[in-house]
C-alpha cells in the first residue's frame, strides 16, 4: 500500500512543479515583492531531476545501481531542494514593507492570491516528509 502512495505523489510532486513552471512562465508574476526567475529555473530544474532520479530508483530492480540507495538518496535530495527553492518562491508574497504606499499584489488569475501556491508547496513539504519515510522505512 505504501508503495502505490508513493508512486501517486510521485505524480502530484511532478504536477506541482510543471504547475509552478507554467505559472512563473506569466509575463507579470502575482504576489507583492520581485523574486529573482533564478528561483523558479532551479525550482524546475530541481523538480525534473528529482522526478527522473526518484522514478528510476522506483521502477529498477533493488539489486542494481539504478534502483540502489545512492539512486534514491539523490532523487530525495532533489525533492528537498524543490521544497526549499519552492518557499523561497513563497516569499514574493511576503510584505514589501513600503507602508501606506506599497503596491497590492499582482494579479493571480489561478487563486486571487497567494492560497494556491502556498497550499502546493505546503503539500510539497508533506510529499517530501512522506517520501523520506517511505524510503528510510524501506517501504519502496
Request: glycine share 14%; hydrophobic share 60%.
Amino acid at each position: 500500500m505504501a508503495q502505490v502512495v508513493v508512486y501517486v505523489l510521485t505524480a502530484v510532486a511532478a504536477l506541482i512543479v510543471l504547475l509552478t513552471r507554467l505559472r512563473w512562465r506569466q509575463e507579470r508574476v502575482a504576489g507583492r515583492a520581485a523574486v529573482s526567475n533564478r528561483w523558479a529555473f532551479w525550482h524546475t530544474v530541481c523538480g525534473v531531476l528529482g522526478f527522473v532520479l526518484w522514478t528510476i530508483f522506483l521502477i529498477a530492480p533493488g539489486d542494481t545501481l539504478l534502483g540502489g540507495a545512492a539512486m534514491g538518496i539523490f532523487g530525495l535530495g532533489f525533492w528537498w531542494l524543490v521544497v526549499i527553492f519552492g518557499v523561497l518562491l513563497l516569499t514574493r508574497w511576503l510584505p514589501s514593507g513600503g507602508g501606506r504606499h506599497a503596491g497590492s499584489g499582482g494579479d493571480d488569475r489561478w487563486s486571487g492570491g497567494p492560497w494556491l501556491s502556498l497550499s502546493a508547496h505546503a503539500g510539497m513539504l508533506v510529499i517530501a516528509i512522506v517520501m523520506t519515510w517511505a524510503y528510510l522505512m524501506q517501504k519502496v
